[in-house]
């Protein structure tokens, strides 16, 4: 098999064994949100774009905005001043490895909370295979609302396109 995967106490690591380069970096351990930093093309080209004056941009993440937390945002600071909520985190509760026969990837458990209140669980997998030329990536969830009822998505309300 041409790709490997390696897991380290904060990141999993994808790579080509045939070329040595990278594949891509997935960040687990961030307190707000997983993400990926670095995620490559074969010829090693990075298309993962990075925003340093948006400091919660990371790379490629999953977030969103509910009625009872923002899970986008990392600090009320950056919040309209007309709508604050609580700001959200995600957290991994476990992370294990696809076994060999299932492909490159891992299934990582997230639980989505602010404050002491879990407002999802989350299973979440994400794995990469190789085509001529390219890799593709299949990136799948389950997300669960773990609150009675009443929590709804709301859209952003950022004037830019979401």
């Known amino acids: 098999m041409s790709l490997s995967i390696n897991k380290t106490a904060e990141t999993v690591e994808f ?9 891509g970096i997935y960040h687990y351990m961030d307190p707000y949100k997983s993400y990926f930093r670095g995620l490559y093309t074969p010829s090693g080209n ?3 774009g990075y925003a340093p004056d948006h400091p919660h941009h990371k790379g490629l993440q ?3 905005t509910t ?3 923002n899970f986008w945002e990392e600090s009320e600071a950056s919040e309209p001043d007309k709508h604050k909520l609580p700001i959200g985190e995600q ?9 060999p026969t ?9 639980d ?4 002491a209140m879990c407002v999802f669980n ?10 001529e030329g390219a890799y593709i990536w299949t990136w799948e969830m389950t997300l669960t609302t773990t609150l009675p009822s009443g929590v709804q998505i709301i859209k952003s309300v950022w004037d830019a396109p979401n």
Not at 112 to 115: I, V
Not at 122 to 131: G, Y
């Open 15 to 23: 790579r080509n064994n045939r070329t040595g380069k990278l594949c």
């Open 46 to 48: 990075d298309v993962v």
């Open 62 to 64: 999953f977030r969103l």
């Open 67 to 69: 009625n009872k937390a």
């Open 91 to 99: 957290r991994t509760t476990r992370l294990d490895l696809l076994p």
């Open 102 to 110: 299932d492909g490159i990837g891992f299934t990582q458990r997230v």
């Open 112 to 115: 989505w909370l602010t404050g």
């Open 122 to 131: 989350e299973t979440r997998q994400i794995s990469v295979i190789e085509a």
